[in-house]
């Protein structure tokens, strides 16, 4: 009996060892770093308008998407985004909205979207844009947002 209590103080002993070992910690859930917040890019050009204020946009890559991110707007605006002389369109582009700001996006480039945002949704919504918005010879997307009946 004396026998089993010293073999379990060792086991013990040696995982509390063990636990300080950098291998080891990789595999504890908070032996992870945190994930990084993503940062600010400047791939379009923003144009705002002449009157009014201006609304905060930010651009952000994620894998192979521009999103431009519309979370910290008013409830009615526009914005002119723009591609830069020497780039062209990216691959995909996504738009990121508040639902409890504003309830239609909007966008006009080679063609004309309506995106409808649910005003009931909680956090952030993501939306794609069709690749025939922003065609190779399309020179600027125009950004629209507001009440539903404005448009």
Not at 76 to 90: E, T
Request: charged share 15%.
């Amino acid at each position: 009996m004396h026998r089993n209590r010293v073999s379990g103080s060792w086991l013990l002993c040696g995982a509390l060892l063990l636990s300080g070992c950098a291998t080891v910690k990789s595999h504890w859930p908070f032996g992870k770093p945190a994930q990084a917040a993503p940062q600010p890019v400047g791939e379009l050009e923003v144009r705002l308008p002449a009157e009014g204020a201006a609304p905060v946009v930010l651009q952000f890559w994620e894998r192979n998407t521009l999103v431009i991110d519309l979370t910290g707007v008013s409830s009615a605006g526009q914005v002119v985004l723009a591609r830069r002389a020497d780039n062209a369109w990216p691959v995909r582009l996504a738009v990121r909205m508040a639902p409890q700001r504003f309830e239609v996006l909007e966008v006009r480039g080679a063609q004309r979207v309506l995106l409808p945002v649910a005003t009931t949704a909680a956090g952030t919504v993501t939306a794609e844009l069709p690749p025939g918005v922003y065609a190779a010879g399309t020179a600027a997307l125009t950004l629209s947002w507001g009440a539903r009946g404005t448009f």
